[in-house]
């Protein structure tokens, strides 16, 4: 018999004045997750899941990768073994991760939502952990929306390319305002990736049949570009994306921009200083239309991507051989902020670091671009991805508090293709209530629970709800959700 869950109420806090922000203000606070990976099509469908293994370890990198690391064979992880059969290789990989904070992650999912408090997940308990949850999967309360509904979702934002046909979104606002709001997020990355012109010209062929706009030229480019930027804010989109290594921000005019496309568009091999150029011009064309429509504009920068060729090969994309890299991202972030604010058309903007080196760089580099009436128009996101951990999220807080204003801060979000995920913000939570009661502790700060109180609960929700402008009913002050 394993030792039960080290995972209770108290977890991370771990004072008295923790204790009471989180349960008395943090604990209960709707979430507003602006930046998922959740597939659309299984929120609108309100997807049964099969088993516990579709459920907990399809498509997700992070056991992946922890796996493959404790020498599981890769059909355990992304191939064809059973799902018992996967579920198992995770158990016997699951001790090792202490301290990783998949261990954490793990034993919190079991805690919440299937109770599971009596067990440790090991070789030993996999069996029956593996059973006692499966026999829950049948409970509406595990179907897509009955997760969400569970951990308090009120706003789920998927990840989607221009291309998409938004289908799913459409039919689950046509099921009426009950529930958690879904919506979209433009995310263009494809409409700049022209360093393989066979998938690009692929994307464009695609970008044509859904905009009706015949890609033929720059111009056209940026017309079809322009007609779906439209249609996704018609579908309630207010968020773009961009997962970028660094920003671009080279000079490149119109004309440049055109005859790069054109060499692109006839499978022509560009210079590597015509890539970053073309780049360039159409970054700066997606942070005017999103300036227009008055969205939030969001740049993931600085991960090394598809590391791992052979893998790339075999499985594409996303599937856990990605890493931190190490881009040169100051200059050029300061020049693309500058070039937009100084015509008056700098979008909301949050910016998320991949490297920890870029801390107190990105920390400082918000403060350049603040301006009124929007409280932290410009924000340092919420810590991502290799970040997204107990130190990470710390040092994160650390950065933006020393160097701006915490107060501001729209706080966490999950970035996850699972929907038990949400343990995410739970986690975030716990971790800042507790690093206020430690400077209540240490007397750098009053004691003073309605302030810290009010801190809490903005950082959880109430600035998310405000800086995206999402219509969901306010919490009232205490951290219960409305009803």
């Not at 780049?279 to 008055?294: C, E, N, P, V, W």
């Amino acid at each position: 018999m394993t030792a039960p869950s080290f995972i209770h109420e108290d977890f991370l806090l771990e004072s008295e004045v923790a204790r009471d922000l989180y349960h008395g203000f943090a604990e209960r606070l709707p979430i507003i997750d602006y930046h998922t990976h959740l597939p659309p099509a299984q929120i609108a469908e309100n997807h049964r899941f099969p088993s516990l293994t579709a459920l907990w370890l399809d498509g997700d990198h992070y056991k992946w990768r922890a796996m493959r690391t404790s020498g599981v064979a890769e059909r355990y992880c992304t191939g064809d073994a059973s799902d018992w059969e996967k579920f198992e290789a995770w158990a016997r990989t699951v001790p090792r991760t202490v301290r990783n904070p998949l261990y954490h992650w793990t034993h919190m999912e079991l805690r919440d939502p299937f109770g599971i408090v009596d067990r440790l997940l090991d070789p030993q308990s996999a069996r029956e952990i593996y059973g006692r949850a499966s026999e829950r999967l049948g409970e509406d309360q595990f179907r897509a929306q009955g997760l969400l509904r569970h951990f308090g979702v009120a706003v789920v934002c998927t990840t989607d390319d221009p291309t998409d046909s938004l289908e799913h979104h459409a039919s689950y606002a046509g099921q009426g305002p009950a529930g958690p709001r879904l919506y979209p997020t433009w995310r263009p990355d494809k409409a700049m990736a022209v360093e393989d012109l066979e998938l690009y010209n692929d994307w464009l062929d695609r970008l044509e049949q859904v905009s009706g706009v015949t890609v033929t030229s720059y111009a056209a480019l940026l017309e079809a570009l322009q007609q779906r930027h439209d249609f996704f804010h018609a579908q309630q989109c207010r968020l773009s994306d961009h997962g970028l290594e660094t920003i671009y921000a080279e000079s490149c005019s119109d004309e440049e921009a055109a005859a790069i496309f054109d060499k692109a568009r006839m499978k022509r091999a560009l210079l590597p200083e015509e890539i970053v150029k073309y780049k360039s011009a159409l970054l700066y064309q997606l942070a005017i239309m999103d300036h227009a429509r008055g969205w939030v504009q969001q740049f993931h920068l600085g991960a090394l991507r598809n590391n791992n060729s052979r893998m790339m090969r075999a499985l594409g994309p996303d599937a856990g051989f990605d890493s931190i890299g190490d881009f040169s991202v100051a200059r050029p972030l300061a020049r693309y902020l500058d070039r937009l604010d100084s015509t008056n058309q700098l979008a909301r903007t949050i910016l998320y670091n991949s490297n920890p080196r870029d801390n107190e760089l990105f920390a400082t580099m918000i403060g350049n671009f603040q301006e009124g009436p929007v409280p932290g128009k410009v924000q340092y996101g919420s810590a991502w991805w290799f970040l997204d951990q107990k130190e990470g999220m710390e040092r994160q807080i650390d950065a933006l508090s020393n160097m701006g204003m915490l107060a501001h801060f729209v706080g966490m979000l999950t970035d996850s293709r699972s929907f038990l995920s949400y343990s995410r913000h739970e986690y975030f939570r716990r971790l800042l209530c507790n690093i206020l009661g430690e400077d209540v502790r240490r007397g750098l700060v009053p004691n003073d629970r309605a302030l810290l109180g009010e801190l809490v609960e903005n950082i959880c929700f109430r600035n998310a709800r405000r800086y995206f402008g999402f219509d969901v009913p306010d919490a009232p002050s205490g951290g219960s959700v409305a009803p």
